[in-house]
């Protein structure tokens, strides 16, 4: 009876786990760059059930006899996050980056380095290129990157490139515009293992010591940036829904057992106190 309490009370446990990640989800359903978390459950080992029996023989007895196996409830085993692919959504801001592919563009916070889809950018006073929450964006040696404009040009490969305007003055009195590519930096984007992923923020991740960061190769073609454009929380708002609903209700009813099982526990010790 005790077994049965406690396998009630994991039900109810586990329910409230996956309850908070599916909320988070679905209150990050509008965060750029969000990755949904997916929880994974497992049952505890289970035991084995037996019942006593008389036994056979010159002196009457009686024996255990294992009559099968009993589950002693679940828990979660872990919560890993979803790598797929978020929607685009264009918004014609030079410095908006999406990356459309795998990988995660590198900041640099006060608490270290951060890894993040958000390609939310602008620049700080002093012209460097930051994250919308001021982290600062490396390039592939691990630098700032300084700008000196906003108009600029971000290939798919990664390259950031500055447009400088110089006026040349024409002979019949009218100015020309000439515009020059200047070179700044490469963004550097990271490959890296779903199951290193700590979150650190909404949109940001850490990793452990010793976890395996490898650099995008961005001239393979499976990986490039989309500039003017961000990329969308890749959580299914309906499917989530859903989940909560049917999370809800398991834990509605493994709460029922529990009170259930209380109450026989109650009444049992009270009768045989009584006896």
């Not at 009630?8 to 909320?23: K, N, T």
């Not at 084995?48 to 024996?63: I, K, Y």
């Not at 019949?172 to 992923?197: H, K």
């Not at 961000?230 to 509605?252: D, I, K, P």
């Amino acid at each position: 009876m005790i077994r049965a309490l406690y396998t009630a009370a994991s039900g109810m446990l586990i329910g409230m786990r996956q309850q908070d990640v599916v909320a988070d989800n679905i209150a990050n359903s509008s965060t750029v760059g969000y990755k949904a978390d997916q929880s994974a459950q497992t049952a505890f080992a289970g035991v084995l059930a037996r019942r006593s029996v008389p036994a056979d023989g010159p002196v009457p007895g009686r024996l255990d006899e294992v009559i099968g196996q009993i589950g002693t409830g679940a828990y979660v085993e872990n919560v890993r996050t979803f790598l797929g692919q978020g929607a685009e959504r264009e918004t014609g801001i030079a410095l908006d980056v999406m990356v459309q592919g795998d990988g995660f563009f590198v900041v640099e916070t006060d608490e270290g380095i951060r890894y993040t889809r958000d390609g939310h950018f602008a620049r700080d006073p002093e012209g460097r290129l930051i994250s919308a929450d001021g982290a600062f964006v490396l390039d592939e040696a691990g630098q700032h990157i300084t700008l000196t404009t906003d108009k600029i040009r971000i290939r798919m490969n990664g390259d950031v490139i500055q447009l400088i305007s110089t006026e040349i003055p024409q002979p019949d009195g009218s100015t020309f515009i000439d515009v020059n590519e200047d070179p700044v930096a490469r963004l550097q984007l990271v490959n890296l293992n779903a199951e290193d992923l700590i979150r650190a923020g909404d949109s940001k991740f850490t990793i452990p010591e010793g976890a395996e960061v490898t650099p995008v190769d961005m001239e393979a073609g499976r990986t490039f940036l989309i500039q003017g454009s961000l990329e969308e929380a890749n959580v299914n708002v309906g499917q989530n829904a859903t989940t909560m609903y049917s999370v809800a209700r398991t834990f509605s009813s493994s709460q029922r057992v529990f009170a259930e099982i209380n109450k026989t526990l109650e009444t049992a010790v009270a009768d045989l106190g009584r006896v």
